[in-house]
């Protein structure tokens, strides 16, 4: 690079730095938000756990509701229960293709929202994450508004995590901060099964 490139190099970075800087001082407003992580792509509930470890990690109180995933093993549940600052609720029926039962869901469904409906009252709730809610509303097992509605409703500093494809549309437009999560390649694609530890 000649010195004229560097310098103007030099130049665009410092600009670029002055703007981020000026942006970080702009942000002034404290409150909870909500996050939106969908799409086809593997990792929005990992992510969604992550957010987890790193609320308890500061000495928050964090509360789980995982719709569709059942009761069978979860590496991340197991883990964070034992800190005694997580709360779980977990639709105890599973995937629906399993139960082939719609009345079985819908009842499993309202069952476990009871508790998500808690939690999101719950001032004493850091983070709120509700995990795998896209299914059950695409399916029409509960209706988006109730969400929206208990969501406008939550404590101020309370966030909040959304997982699942196909998110709706009325929920993004209220989100904070939406991730579209796209595959790019997928280990099970290649006839590799899911393994304890890495996919559970």
């Given at each position: 690079?000649?010195?004229?490139?560097?310098?103007?190099?030099k130049?665009?970075?410092i600009?670029?730095?002055?703007?981020?800087?000026?942006r970080?001082?702009?942000a002034?407003?404290?409150?909870?938000?909500?996050?939106?992580?969908?799409?086809?792509?593997?990792?929005?509930?990992?992510?969604?756990?992550?957010?987890?470890?790193?609320?308890?990690?500061?000495?928050?109180?964090?509360?789980?509701?995982?719709?569709?995933?059942?009761?069978?093993?979860?590496?991340?549940?197991?883990?964070?229960?034992?800190?005694?600052?997580?709360?779980?609720?977990?639709m105890?029926?599973?995937?629906?293709?399993?139960?082939?039962?719609?009345?079985?869901?819908?009842?499993?469904?309202?069952?476990?929202?009871?508790?998500?409906?808690?939690?999101?009252s719950?001032?004493?709730?850091?983070?709120?994450?509700?995990?795998?809610i896209?299914?059950?509303?695409?399916?029409?097992?509960?209706?988006?508004?109730?969400?929206?509605?208990?969501?406008?409703?939550?404590?101020?500093?309370?966030?909040?995590?959304?997982?699942?494809?196909?998110?709706?549309?009325?929920?993004?437009?209220?989100a904070?901060?939406?991730?579209?999560?796209?595959?790019?390649?997928?280990?099970?694609?290649?006839?590799?099964?899911?393994?304890?530890?890495?996919?559970?």
């Amino acid at each position: 690079m000649t010195n004229d490139k560097h310098t103007r190099h030099k130049a665009r970075m410092i600009k670029k730095k002055q703007h981020i800087d000026q942006r970080i001082a702009d942000a002034k407003e404290s409150r909870g938000i909500i996050i939106i992580l969908t799409g086809n792509g593997k990792g929005k509930t990992t992510a969604a756990f992550g957010n987890v470890a790193r609320c308890v990690g500061h000495g928050y109180q964090a509360g789980v509701i995982q719709f569709i995933k059942g009761d069978w093993p979860c590496g991340e549940r197991q883990l964070l229960q034992q800190t005694g600052q997580v709360t779980f609720h977990v639709m105890k029926t599973g995937f629906t293709w399993e139960t082939q039962d719609k009345a079985v869901d819908i009842a499993a469904t309202q069952e476990v929202w009871k508790a998500g409906k808690s939690m999101l009252s719950d001032p004493n709730l850091r983070l709120v994450v509700l995990d795998e809610i896209t299914y059950v509303l695409r399916y029409g097992y509960l209706a988006t508004e109730d969400v929206i509605n208990a969501l406008q409703q939550r404590p101020p500093m309370q966030s909040v995590i959304i997982t699942g494809r196909g998110c709706p549309q009325m929920l993004i437009d209220i989100a904070d901060t939406v991730s579209d999560i796209q595959p790019i390649k997928h280990a099970f694609d290649a006839g590799i099964k899911a393994q304890e530890g890495i996919d559970w």
